[in-house]
C-alpha cells in the first residue's frame, strides 16, 4: 500500500502519510463490532475491570463458589457463595490450625460502593435450617434479601431482613412435586421481586421447568407458566442438538429478570435462549445465542443497563466465558467483552452479573474463579 499510494501522491511526506494511515484506522474502528447490520452506528458500551475491587475480605475470610449477586438502591453489591474451600484454604479454622489462613466467608456479603464489606450472615453453621447450595440472591427496594438454593433439599426460597433476620419462607425443605404444584419448588435457581405489585417471580429451574409467582409478603401462589407460555411439562427431554427445532420445554429455568416497562425477560440456560414474557405469562419472543454451546450452555443471567430505556442486557455466559452485549429492543447481539483465564478481567464459569446505576457490572463465578469483579462502563465510540 505504501508504494502504491507514494506513486499516486509524489509530493505527501512520511509524516503526512503516517497521519493519513492513522485516520483510515479510526474511520474503520467507527464500522466495528459496536455497527448495527444496515449501516447504523450504535454506540456498544465498554468495560474495564477494576483490579482493586473489593477490598480485602476481612479475618481472613475466603469466598468459596459465587452464586449470586445483586445490587441495591443504594448501589450496594451484595454476593452469595457457598464457603466450598479445599483443606488448605480452611487451615485457621482447622482443629488444631494448621495456618494462620484461612476461613470460609458468611453465605451473604455487603459491599458499600467502595468495596468495603458492610455486613456479612448465613451459612450452614447458623442457628437456623440452611442450603447445602446456595443459587440466587435479589434485594428488593426494601431491603430484603431473597436467597434460593439448588441442591436435591433445597426446594425453597428464603426471605430475609437486611440484617439476616427470616421473614418467609416459600416452599418446603426436600420436597418437590413437579413443574404443576403451586405448593412446592423444586431447585429454585433465581429471584425477582416486583415491588409495585408486592410479587416475587422465582426461576424454578433445576428440577422443575417454570416461572412462578408469589405474593412477597405472604408467600401465597399466583400463577406459573412454561416456555412459550404454556403448561410446564415434565417429560424426559431429549439431548440439545445445535441447529434443530427448539423444543417447546424450558431445559434449565436459570434466571428471571424484570425490565421497567414491565416485562420478563427469563434465561434457558442449557437451550442457549432468553425468552420474553408479560407478567401475566404471555409469550412475546425470543432469541437465541451461540446456538453451538453443549454441555451447560451459554445464557446463564443476565442484567439491563441503567439507562432510562435499559437499552441494552448483558448476558453472563459461563460456558464460553464472557459477556455478550445485547439490544433489548431486537435482542440482537452487538457486542463481547472477556475470556477465559485467571487475570483480573478474565472469567471462569460467570455464573451471575449485575449492574447499578453509575453503569458499573459486577460479575460472580463458581468454580474455578470463586470471586466477584467489578467493571467501569463507559460509552463506547466504534
Known amino acids: 500500500m505504501n508504494m502504491v499510494f507514494m506513486q499516486y501522491h509524489p509530493r505527501l511526506t512520511r509524516l503526512q502519510f503516517v497521519a493519513f494511515l492513522l485516520v483510515v484506522v479510526l474511520l474503520s474502528a467507527c464500522n466495528g463490532p459496536g455497527t448495527k447490520p444496515g449501516?447504523?452506528?450504535?454506540?456498544?458500551?465498554?468495560?474495564?475491570?477494576?483490579?482493586?475491587?473489593?477490598?480485602?475480605?476481612?479475618?481472613?475470610?475466603?469466598?468459596?463458589?459465587?452464586?449470586?449477586?445483586?445490587?441495591?438502591?443504594?448501589?450496594?453489591?451484595?454476593?452469595?457463595?457457598r464457603r466450598i474451600l479445599t483443606e488448605r484454604e480452611m487451615g485457621a479454622v482447622a482443629i488444631p490450625p494448621t495456618s494462620e489462613c484461612c476461613a470460609p466467608a458468611p453465605a451473604v456479603i455487603e459491599f458499600d460502593a467502595e468495596g468495603n464489606v458492610?455486613?456479612?450472615?448465613?451459612?450452614?453453621?447458623?442457628?437456623?435450617?440452611?442450603?447445602?447450595?446456595?443459587?440466587?440472591?435479589?434485594?428488593d427496594d426494601n431491603h430484603n434479601v431473597w436467597v434460593g438454593?439448588?441442591?436435591?433439599?433445597?426446594?425453597?426460597?428464603?426471605?430475609?431482613?437486611?440484617?439476616?433476620?427470616?421473614?418467609l419462607q416459600i416452599g418446603e425443605w426436600g420436597v418437590s412435586k413437579g413443574s404443576n404444584d403451586t405448593l412446592h419448588l423444586g431447585g429454585p435457581a433465581d429471584i425477582a421481586v416486583d415491588d409495585e405489585a408486592n410479587e416475587v417471580y422465582v426461576a424454578d429451574g433445576y428440577r422443575n421447568r417454570r416461572v412462578i409467582v408469589f405474593d412477597a409478603t405472604t408467600g401465597a401462589y399466583?400463577?406459573?407458566?412454561?416456555?412459550?407460555?404454556?403448561?410446564?411439562?415434565?417429560?424426559?427431554?431429549?439431548p440439545y442438538v445445535a441447529g434443530e427445532k427448539p423444543i417447546r420445554s424450558f431445559r434449565n429455568v436459570h434466571s428471571v429478570n424484570l425490565s421497567r416497562d414491565g416485562l420478563v425477560y427469563v434465561t434457558d440456560r442449557a437451550n442457549n435462549r432468553i425468552q420474553v414474557f408479560q407478567k401475566d405469562g404471555k409469550f412475546l419472543r425470543e432469541a437465541f445465542l451461540a446456538t453451538h454451546t453443549l454441555n451447560t450452555g451459554a445464557i446463564?443471567?443476565?442484567?439491563?443497563?441503567?439507562?432510562a430505556a435499559q437499552t441494552y442486557l448483558y448476558i453472563a455466559d459461563g460456558m464460553n466465558m464472557k459477556v455478550r452485549i445485547v439490544l433489548r429492543s431486537s435482542l440482537e447481539e452487538v457486542g463481547t467483552f472477556g475470556h477465559g483465564g485467571r487475570n483480573a478481567g478474565e472469567f471462569g464459569w460467570m455464573h451471575n452479573i449485575a449492574s447499578?446505576?453509575?453503569?458499573?457490572?459486577?460479575?460472580?463465578?463458581?468454580?474455578?474463579?470463586?470471586?466477584?469483579?467489578?467493571?467501569?462502563?463507559?460509552?463506547?465510540?466504534?
Open 39 to 81: 449501516g447504523g452506528q450504535q454506540d456498544v458500551p465498554l468495560f474495564t475491570v477494576d483490579p482493586f475491587w473489593p477490598k480485602p475480605l476481612p479475618n481472613h475470610w475466603l469466598l468459596g463458589e459465587v452464586a449470586g449477586v445483586a445490587v441495591d438502591v443504594e448501589d450496594h453489591v451484595w454476593v452469595l457463595q
Open 118 to 139: 458492610v455486613q456479612a450472615w448465613g451459612g450452614q453453621d447458623t442457628t437456623q435450617q440452611w442450603f447445602t447450595s446456595e443459587h440466587g440472591l435479589f434485594v
Open 149 to 167: 438454593g439448588n441442591n436435591v433439599k433445597d426446594d425453597v426460597i428464603l426471605k430475609f431482613s437486611k440484617e439476616g433476620k427470616l421473614l
Open 222 to 238: 399466583k400463577r406459573h407458566w412454561g416456555a412459550y407460555g404454556e403448561e410446564p411439562d415434565d417429560s424426559p427431554l431429549t
Open 300 to 307: 446463564w443471567d443476565m442484567a439491563f443497563s441503567p439507562d
Open 356 to 382: 447499578d446505576s453509575k453503569g458499573n457490572l459486577y460479575t460472580v463465578e463458581v468454580n474455578p474463579g470463586k470471586r466477584v469483579q467489578r467493571f467501569g462502563g463507559r460509552k463506547g465510540l466504534e
